[in-house]
């Protein structure tokens, strides 16, 4: 590109109010800010995320984070060029509520509107963040999501596998949660598993005896469940040790069969240039860990974004926005908020797949 354009980026998918702006012309693109409001303590009472608590919490937050990214970018409103805005999937309240203040911002100002995937927006934060060239494969895995993509250009994606039922982030929040852990759960498991001893209680390792790269986490959930409560039965209550062995043997398990289907979707996938990872799983250490051994014995580079880019964020929705415009894409007012929006539109629906349970 040989101008410059400043794109604002909203997100408000799940439980995270974002906005960023992206500036880009020749070169690499830059993120001037990216301004994130969490709603982890308007949740906390309720173990997971309450859908009607966080679209409100979005309409209140929204104009508040879109001020401090300008004021933090040093760009004005009259300076943007361009509104991308999550337009799915995610809670249908919250998306709502990001799209309405995109269309409002877009119509203010006369400028181009651009919907963007969600998911999208994670699966190519490898090239904004490390100017990974397609094609390359890209877990994405997160508290609502997981499958593994091929990433062929900024919108050909060939979904290899997904979770028929839970995603991780969701199991480890449902873990933490019985185990009397904080929310959210997959920080507070990792933290409490770094004490414990991952060989204590046999834990399964679902679908590693069928082919393919589906996964499902359900079955590891309830066997976590089991456990706890034959301890509680036997001895009266949980130890400290207890939970932190618990936590150890969960994250071990899903570890191993992150690893081993990474490795099956590596196979046969011919011209990759990296394996990617992103979503707010990724932010786990041990996990990253062995998926990155994963790449090394593929081969491949192994490409984690930093861990503010890893979890909702906007910088990513403005860069995924850019690219459609870029390739002349825009929306009118007539954008819709979705709550499922698949990247691979002639992939057969996952069925359960998605946010269930306290996140929908």
């Given at each position: 590109?040989?101008?410059?354009?400043?794109?604002?980026?909203?997100?408000?998918?799940?439980?995270?109010?974002?906005a960023a702006v992206l500036r880009?012309?020749?070169?690499?693109?830059?993120?001037?800010?990216?301004?994130?409001?969490?709603?982890?303590?308007?949740?906390?009472?309720?173990?997971?995320?309450?859908?009607?608590?966080?679209?409100?919490?979005?309409?209140?937050?929204?104009?508040?984070?879109?001020?401090?990214?300008?004021?933090?970018?040093?760009?004005?409103?009259?300076?943007?060029?361009?509104?991308?805005?999550?337009?799915?999937?995610?809670?249908?309240?919250?998306?709502?509520?990001?799209?309405?203040?995109?269309?409002?911002?877009?119509?203010?100002?006369?400028?181009?509107?651009?919907?963007?995937?969600?998911?999208?927006?994670?699966?190519?934060?490898?090239?904004?963040?490390?100017?990974?060239?397609?094609?390359?494969?890209?877990?994405?895995?997160?508290?609502?999501?997981?499958?593994?993509?091929?990433v062929d250009g900024p919108e050909?994606?060939?979904?290899?596998?997904?979770?028929?039922?839970?995603?991780?982030?969701?199991?480890?929040?449902?873990?933490?949660?019985?185990?009397?852990?904080?929310?959210?759960?997959?920080?507070?498991?990792?933290?409490?598993?770094?004490?414990?001893?991952?060989?204590?209680?046999?834990?399964?390792?679902?679908?590693?005896?069928?082919?393919?790269?589906?996964?499902?986490?359900?079955?590891?959930?309830?066997?976590?469940?089991?456990?706890?409560?034959?301890?509680?039965?036997?001895?009266?209550?949980?130890?400290?040790?207890?939970?932190?062995?618990?936590?150890?043997?969960?994250?071990?398990?899903?570890?191993?069969?992150?690893?081993?289907?990474?490795?099956?979707?590596?196979?046969?996938?011919?011209?990759?240039?990296?394996?990617?990872?992103?979503?707010?799983?990724?932010?786990?250490?041990?996990?990253?860990?062995?998926?990155?051994?994963?790449?090394?014995?593929?081969?491949?580079?192994?490409?984690?974004?930093?861990?503010?880019?890893?979890?909702?964020?906007?910088?990513?929705?403005?860069?995924?926005?850019?690219?459609?415009?870029?390739?002349?894409?825009?929306?009118?007012?007539?954008?819709?908020?979705?709550?499922?929006?698949?990247?691979?539109?002639?992939?057969?629906?996952?069925?359960?797949?998605?946010?269930?349970?306290?996140?929908?």
């Open positions: 590109m040989t101008t410059a354009l400043t794109i604002l980026g909203l997100e408000s998918s799940c439980d995270d109010t974002a880009a012309g020749e070169g690499v693109p830059a993120i001037l800010s990216s301004i994130v409001a969490g709603q982890t303590d308007l949740h906390a009472a309720f173990g997971g995320v309450v859908p009607e608590i966080a679209a409100r919490a979005h309409a209140e937050k929204l104009d508040h984070v879109v001020e401090r990214a300008l004021a933090a970018a040093g760009v004005t409103l009259s300076q943007i060029d361009a509104i991308a805005v999550t337009a799915g999937p995610g809670l249908i309240g919250g998306v709502l509520s990001g799209v309405m203040a995109a269309k409002g911002l877009a119509m203010g100002l006369g400028k181009p509107l651009v919907g963007v995937n969600h998911l999208a927006g994670h699966a190519l934060t490898p090239v904004l963040t490390d100017g990974l060239a397609f094609p390359y494969l890209m877990l994405l895995v997160s508290g609502g999501h997981c499958q593994f993509l091929r050909a994606f060939t979904r290899l596998g997904g979770t028929i039922d839970d995603a991780p982030g969701e199991a480890f929040d449902k873990v933490a949660r019985l185990l009397g852990l904080s929310q959210p759960g997959g920080p507070a498991v990792e933290a409490a598993a770094l004490a414990g001893n991952p060989a204590r209680f046999d834990l399964p390792r679902p679908l590693l005896d069928r082919p393919g790269c589906d996964l499902s986490f359900s079955g590891l959930k309830t066997a976590a469940l089991r456990a706890r409560d034959q301890l509680i039965a036997a001895q009266g209550g949980l130890s400290e040790q207890d939970r932190a062995d618990l936590c150890a043997g969960f994250q071990e398990a899903v570890a191993d069969v992150l690893a081993i289907k990474s490795a099956r979707a590596l196979t046969g996938q011919p011209g990759l240039t990296g394996f990617a990872v992103a979503g707010g799983v990724a932010a786990n250490r041990a996990l990253r860990a062995r998926l990155m051994a994963v790449a090394a014995d593929a081969g491949l580079p192994f490409i984690a974004p930093p861990l503010a880019l890893c979890t909702d964020n906007a910088a990513m929705i403005a860069f995924a926005g850019l690219l459609a415009l870029q390739a002349g894409r825009t929306d009118d007012l007539t954008l819709s908020a979705r709550p499922r929006w698949p990247l691979d539109r002639d992939a057969t629906p996952l069925i359960g797949s998605g946010k269930k349970g306290a996140k929908a």
